[in-house]
């Protein structure tokens, strides 16, 4: 069964700190990898799309890798701000119509 | 940037009630989906459009269907709302298959009482 698997369920930091989200998928075939970022009450928005033949993409302060041997991928946060208090949510695309999403990791920083 | 843009934040409607969702994106993409989140379970797919006038069903479209009459829009419609359709409904669009520019809108937060 195709499955994306995200941890921590959420996690609580404090500003300035770093942080890394974990995502492990057991999707086949494999097209794309992305990392959206969730604000309370709003829609996701895109931070970073890997394909399977990248395994490190940046955004800002946002890095994410790929593991494709693995199925891992993990996100990574350096000098966390208040602003990234969001929820980031793990999303596999088998290449057709079909995306597998994970059921996010809920990030608190703490001033 | 591509906007996808829901017409409602926030509606409450009553059990029974018909119920349109609106979505509009301004880059002529083929593809449009409509998706509820729930806590603890994710977004799940509740129907998505390749074309104007095609629809599949995803994976609970149970209480819903769908309309495409034109490329930049795709309503959602609850035929006789329930309370357990109260939830975060989120419409997105893509130009490719795989997910390329793929983009959700601001999302509707439904409730039925």
């Known amino acids: 069964k195709n499955q994306v698997e995200q941890s921590p369920q959420s996690l609580i930091i404090l500003e300035g700190k770093n942080c890394t989200l974990q995502c492990n998928y057991t999707v086949s075939p494999f097209s794309n990898l992305r990392w959206y970022k969730q604000d309370t009450g709003r829609g996701p928005v895109s931070l970073t799309i890997?394909?399977?033949?990248?395994n490190t993409k940046s955004n800002g302060r946002y890095t994410a890798t790929l593991d494709a041997d693995t199925k891992q991928s993990s996100l990574h946060i350096t000098a966390s701000q208040l602003s990234d208090s969001a929820s980031y949510i793990c999303v596999v695309s088998e290449g057709t119509y079909k995306y597998i999403f994970g059921t996010g990791t809920r990030l608190k920083v703490l001033a | 940037d591509v906007k996808v843009t829901q017409s409602s934040r926030y509606l409450v409607k009553r059990t029974g009630e018909k119920v349109f969702l609106e979505c509009v994106q301004d880059m002529d993409h083929e593809n449009m989906f409509w998706y509820r989140q729930d806590p603890g379970l994710g977004l799940r797919l509740i129907y998505f459009s390749y074309d104007v006038k095609m629809k599949e069903k995803g994976d609970i479209p149970e209480g819903y269907s769908v309309s495409r009459e034109k490329k930049e829009r795709f309503s959602l419609i609850l035929e006789s709302a329930s309370t357990n359709q109260t939830s975060m409904y989120l419409c997105a669009s893509s130009l490719l298959r795989g997910g390329y520019g793929y983009t959700f809108g601001s999302g509707t937060r439904l409730t039925v009482v």
């Open positions: 890997m394909t399977f033949s990248e």
